[in-house]
């Protein structure tokens, strides 16, 4: 327990301390006008007030992750508390607010567009397509798996087919209409939601004083049923994202990037809403861990329920949250993935209308970007979900990756600290490729050779930067 409260702690402190620190170095302007004022267009720019911001970006890059994933990375042991409070303050946040403050200095364009400007018209070409793919997944994914969840809960008679149906037509409502309309007004109850489950669940912890394991040397260990199959590194850095770093909050920065009215605000909406999911991983990751006894209690409860993370979640609200536990646990599987889905969605057609340049306020012109969107979407709907959350997982680090390289040039083009971005670059480098190369969906091969391939990946990457960087302070001088 106690490793929990200092967990807790160095969270809460890394936002005051180290997000100062990386605020001082993009220099934010409490004097430089927004682009919500600038571009203001009454749908996708729209100025509006930080605090409910805040809850609509954390709502964004939430989701089912620092919950589902918290849970799932709970199985490797208590190294996952170190991953989680360390990835959210040097790796996650940094990723979120620069992603988004760098949005806020380019007129609000989106994360491909961020990539041209820094890293040439080939990278954007291939941001483009790799973010919009990514877009579409997310949305597919948070289609099926809240619509298979209402399958179960409602009578025969309204199926995966009628729920999927449901919220497609909620999400096109979301795409099209102005920000501050639906998402504008029902996701600051939903984000708050989530963060009282979450609160909820950290208080009983504290009152059943709970048997969460202490970070010691002894419990450092791959807990894994599976150790063999399943190597902490990378496969707990790919299972615990959204909780830790996340490439898709890259692309929902850009959109409340949009509706800050102030640069100075940017820590608390990007820095701090990262913190917050990082707060809500570390308490989802202490209870799993807990709740069941020993990690070992975890797992076999998983594994006697088809390792679905969300009959986890289902079991601890309804013990310690009673009545009110069950609706936020409704709240938690099924309504925060679907507003996740559905940004994605919206977040994709920013991506098309930015790079063909097409004026976004006439709506015809909405429905001319978005309706394609949809039937990709629909498409990927008929794949086995289980296959489109995996690859989901590791393109989502992927982007994350990318994103960090690309701010990185960015902070060594102005001649600011690129270390806070380079190391976690680095390091994500070497989870990725080590990644595709031993898992099941990728490779499949030993450990040894995803390890090599890692490794020379990482060197290639870093000496491709080091000599950018030496040729242009050649050029410049």
């Not at 004097?31 to 720019?45: I, K, L």
């Not at 007030?49 to 490797?76: D, E, S």
């Not at 990835?87 to 961020?114: C, F, Q, W």
């Not at 990756?401 to 380079?422: M, N, P, Q, S």
């Amino acid at each position: 327990m106690i490793s929990f409260f200092i967990a807790v702690a160095v969270l809460i402190g890394g936002y005051f301390v180290y997000g100062s620190f990386v605020e001082k170095v993009f220099g934010a302007d409490k004097n430089r006008q927004t682009p919500a004022f600038t571009h203001q267009d009454g749908v996708d720019y729209v100025p509006m007030g930080w605090g409910r911001i805040f809850l609509i970006q954390f709502l964004n890059i939430a989701g089912l992750g620092p919950i589902f994933g918290a849970i799932m990375g709970a199985i490797y042991g208590p190294a996952a508390f170190l991953w989680i409070v360390f990835g959210t303050i040097l790796g996650g946040a940094v990723h979120d607010y620069m992603s988004g403050m760098l949005s806020l200095r380019n007129g609000g364009k989106s994360l491909p567009e961020l990539a041209g400007i820094y890293m040439g018209v080939s990278f954007k070409q291939f941001m483009r397509l790799f973010t919009l793919f990514l877009m579409i997944l997310v949305g597919a994914v948070f289609i099926a798996g809240p619509a298979r969840l209402l399958t179960n809960m409602t009578p025969g008679y309204f199926d995966f087919t009628f729920w999927s149906i449901v919220i497609f037509v909620y999400y096109m409502l979301a795409t099209l209409l102005p920000i501050d309309k639906l998402i504008g007004k029902i996701y600051p109850l939903f984000g708050f939601a989530i963060l009282f489950m979450a609160v909820g669940v950290g208080g009983s912890i504290i009152y059943h004083w709970m048997p969460v394991p202490e970070v010691v040397p002894s419990n450092l260990v791959n807990m894994h049923p599976n150790p063999s199959q399943y190597p902490l590194f990378p496969m707990m850095f790919i299972s615990i994202a959204c909780g830790a770093i996340s490439g898709f909050h890259a692309t929902q920065s850009p959109m409340m990037a949009r509706c800050l009215k102030n640069e100075k605000q940017g820590r608390r909406v990007f820095y701090g809403a990262m913190v917050a999911e990082g707060l809500v991983a570390l308490i989802w990751a202490a209870a799993a861990m807990s709740f069941f006894g020993t990690v070992g209690g975890l797992q076999a409860f998983l594994a006697e329920n088809g390792n679905n993370a969300a009959v986890v979640v289902d079991k601890i609200t309804h013990t310690w949250l009673g009545k009110v536990g069950a609706i936020l646990a409704i709240l938690g599987v099924i309504a925060a993935p679907i507003t996740s889905g559905d940004t994605a969605f919206r977040s994709a057609r920013l991506i098309v209308s930015d790079f063909v340049n097409f004026d976004q306020k006439p709506l015809k012109n909405r429905l001319f970007v978005s309706i394609p969107l949809f039937v990709v979407g629909f498409i990927l709907l008929q794949v086995n979900f289980d296959i489109l959350w995996r690859y989901f997982a590791w393109a989502n680090q992927m982007l994350a990756t990318a994103t960090l390289w690309t701010i990185t040039v960015y902070l060594c083009r102005e001649k600011k600290c690129f270390w806070i971005t380079f190391l976690p670059a680095m390091f994500m480098t070497m989870v990725v490729s080590t990644y595709i190369v031993i898992a099941p969906e990728g490779l499949g091969l030993p450990l040894i050779y995803g390890n090599i391939t890692g490794a020379v990946c990482t060197v290639l990457a870093t000496g491709m930067f080091v000599y950018w960087k030496k040729k242009r302070e050649k050029v410049l001088l």
